[in-house]
Every structure is written in structure tokens, then in C-alpha cells.
């Protein structure tokens, strides 16, 4: 059974910065496309960041040069970074997870909220 479980989210100023993690558990890590999105009340949810199993990386023009994806192989986990953050940063913040092109799974999400 696949589980993708965040931690690290929380309240934060506006400008400061945060990182939220992401262990997956339940199939070869290195054969997943990860990514993080977010949902603000109200709104769809939308990508923020991806990276493949070799490293490669993709934004959401409103995170670029603020937001950093990364993933740990050996520890089967990613990570977000989050600096310079805004109030409009605020959402639940979700891992995602795609296997070999087809299975998707998501983790359960985890609050930011940026206060002004």
C-alpha cells in the first residue's frame, strides 16, 4: 500500500520561510515523479512544484525563485522549501506521488498559513 505523509507545515510570517516534507512509503521510491500542490479555500488545486527520479524540476510561475523541490533517495522523502513567503502562499499543501505514468496517489495535506 503506497502512503505519502507530510510533515512540517505551520504558521509563518509574511517573508519568512518554512519546509514541508513528504515520506513515501510502499513502492520503489526512485520510480516516482513527485510534486507538491496547494489548495487555498475556495480555489482548485494547483501544482506548485514537480521533480523526476533524476533530479529535474518544475515551478509554477508565482513560486519561481522562491520555492525549492528537492527528494532524498536514500531517506524516501522530497521536500519543499518555501522562502519569501506571502500571504497569498496560504492553502493546504499536498505530496503527490506518480507511478509509472498512471497510478496516482496523494498524501492527506498539511496546512501553511503566512500571516501579514
Known amino acids: 500500500q503506497v502512503q505519502l505523509v507530510e510533515s512540517g507545515g505551520g504558521l509563518v510570517q509574511t517573508g519568512g520561510s518554512l519546509t514541508v516534507s513528504c515520506v513515501v512509503s510502499?513502492?520503489?521510491?526512485?520510480?516516482?515523479?513527485l510534486g507538491w500542490y496547494r489548495q487555498a479555500p475556495g480555489k482548485q488545486r494547483d501544482l506548485v512544484a514537480t521533480?523526476?527520479?533524476?533530479?529535474?524540476?518544475n515551478y509554477a510561475d508565482s513560486v519561481k525563485g522562491r520555492f525549492t523541490i528537492s527528494r532524498d533517495n536514500a531517506k524516501n522523502t522530497v521536500f519543499l522549501q518555501m522562502n519569501s513567503l506571502k500571504p497569498e502562499d496560504t492553502a493546504v499543501y499536498y505530496c503527490?506521488?506518480?507511478?509509472?505514468?498512471?497510478?496516482?496517489?496523494w498524501g492527506q495535506g498539511i496546512q501553511v498559513t503566512v500571516s501579514s
Open positions: 510502499g513502492r520503489p521510491f526512485n520510480f516516482f515523479l
Open positions: 503527490n506521488g506518480l507511478l509509472w505514468g498512471k497510478e496516482n496517489y
Open positions: 521533480i523526476t527520479s533524476g533530479g529535474r524540476t
